[in-house]
């Protein structure tokens, strides 16, 4: 088994920044596909960005391209969603996930086997 564990969220004004993290623990994997999804409330769940291992390839929503940087480090089992130029409408709970196969494209939520239980950001003034 796999847990994961987000960390970083809270509130911040427009135009600001935060960085998440999310630290697996457990069985570890010589390959993977991590992502980040979030949630708003009475929304659907929406796919943010992810980034594989080996390879580092990485993808972005439309929506947060040239914002949000996904990265990861091996060393400490840990993906970080870096997030600039924060505006209201991305408020919501972020969620990272795991698997050990690595995908092709773009991974939606049913193909991934582990999640944290999510962080909640806020942007607000």
């Known amino acids: 088994q796999v847990q994961l564990v987000e960390s970083g969220g809270g509130l911040v004004q427009p135009g600001g920044s935060l960085r998440l993290s999310c630290a697996a623990s457990?069985?570890?994997?010589?390959?993977?596909?991590m992502a980040w999804f979030r949630q708003a409330p009475g929304k659907e769940r929406q796919f943010v960005a992810d980034?594989?291992?080996?390879?580092?390839?990485?993808s972005y929503a439309d929506s947060v391209k040239g914002r949000f940087t996904v990265s990861g480090d091996n060393a400490k089992n840990t993906v970080y969603l870096q997030m600039n130029s924060l505006k209201p409408e991305d408020t919501a709970v972020y969620l990272c996930?795991?698997?050990?196969?690595?995908?092709?494209?773009?991974?939606?939520?049913?193909?991934?086997?582990?999640w944290g239980q999510g962080t909640q950001v806020t942007v607000s003034s």
């Open positions: 996930a795991a698997d050990p196969r690595i995908f092709g494209i773009r991974v939606t939520q049913s193909m991934l086997t582990y």
């Open positions: 980034i594989t291992w080996p390879g580092g390839r990485t």
């Open positions: 457990g069985r570890t994997f010589s390959s993977y596909t």
